[in-house]
């Protein structure tokens, strides 16, 4: 018969052993994806079940952000984002929201309790988020310049209305990754 100290010690080996995926706001970069290189073609679901096919070469800057309603960074960062979306000039910036959730219903609802209105898509079987973008650290946002290529990942929480990152966004739409690498230190 096992004693209550030997199942504790079991069970929290089997804790330190096994990896989980970290919802952090720590900074740590996406695996194979890096700023210079094209963002990749997605098929995308809808929080409906039906599929959009998103390539990010529209001619828009795009921020791509990967989040779960179960990440309190993720969480926390959202409203920041969807202000964000209200600054910035819907002609020259895109917004998508990839929620790694299984449950539509539930990013439905926590959305619109939110009130985040930002497009909002969902990877139920993390495919995209494990098999594509490699993500390791949540929530991750991909800044896309109107070309399709990736110019800056960010993970870990970030307070995306901020003057800095307003001004920075801004100075990308009008002149491009040569001349905002230094505001880049403002995200």
């Known amino acids: 018969m096992m004693t209550r100290a030997l199942v504790r010690h079991l069970v929290l080996s089997a804790i330190l052993i096994i990896p989980l995926p970290a919802c952090s706001p720590k900074t740590e970069p996406a695996s194979s994806l890096h700023p210079g290189l094209p963002f990749p073609e997605l098929k995308l679901q809808r929080l409906d079940g039906s599929f959009r096919n ?12 990967a989040w779960g309603t179960w990440c309190p960074p993720c969480r926390k960062e959202l409203p920041s984002l969807d202000h964000l979306n209200t600054i910035l000039d819907k002609d020259h910036f895109d917004f998508i929201l990839m929620a790694m959730d299984t449950d539509p219903l539930v990013v439905r609802e926590y959305l619109h309790d939110n009130h985040i209105r930002l497009t909002t898509y969902i990877d139920q079987d993390l495919h995209i988020t494990n098999d594509i973008l490699e993500l390791k650290v949540y929530p991750t946002t991909f800044i896309i310049d ?9 993970s870990g929480e970030k307070d995306w209305d901020s003057d800095a990152v307003i001004e920075t966004m801004n100075e990308l739409w009008r002149n491009g990754m040569s001349t905002t690498t230094g505001m880049y230190n403002n995200l």
């Open 54 to 65: 998103f390539r990010a070469a529209s001619g828009k800057v795009t921020l791509f952000n």
């Open 146 to 154: 109107q070309k399709g290529i990736i110019q800056l990942i960010v």
